[in-house]
């Protein structure tokens, strides 16, 4: 059985606090990127975000969750190989799944269907 010398809290919060820093520079960069598009609608496609800026936040919120949910894991007795083996593909794929709904909610933004985020009609 595996014990170690000293559960990774000092992980834990690290991978927290990461992810929340990462988050609100997520949101700052998203609105202004929305916030730009709707004034020059025709100058780019905010559907199609490539950009650096904001893919390095959501990398930042990837990289935090990993190590926090890995910390976790760790902090209940499993091994930091089986912990993170765990936790970066559950990480990597709600990644994917995130980042492909966010495209196709920009795509639906971009569309003027404005209508598909109320959520007055459920």
């Known amino acids: 059985m595996y014990y170690p010398q000293t559960p990774p809290y000092f992980m834990l919060v690290a991978g927290l606090l990461i992810?929340?820093?990462?988050?609100?520079?997520?949101?700052?960069?998203?609105?202004?990127?929305?916030?730009?598009?709707?004034?020059?609608k025709s100058t780019r496609?905010?559907?199609?975000?490539?950009?650096?800026?904001?893919?390095?936040?959501?990398?930042g919120i990837c990289l935090g969750s990993c190590i926090f949910l890995a910390s976790g894991m760790c902090i209940f007795g499993f091994t930091p190989l089986i912990a993170y083996g765990m936790a970066t593909?559950?990480?990597l794929l709600s990644a994917v799944l995130v980042w492909v709904q966010l495209r196709k909610n920009l795509a639906i933004l971009e569309s003027g269907n404005t209508r598909a985020f109320e959520l007055d009609g459920f």
């Open 19 to 40: 992810s929340i820093a990462s988050g609100t520079a997520f949101s700052a960069v998203l609105k202004e990127t929305v916030g730009d598009w709707y004034k020059n």
């Open 45 to 59: 496609s905010i559907s199609k975000l490539q950009g650096f800026d904001l893919q390095l936040p959501f990398a």
């Open 89 to 91: 593909p559950l990480v």
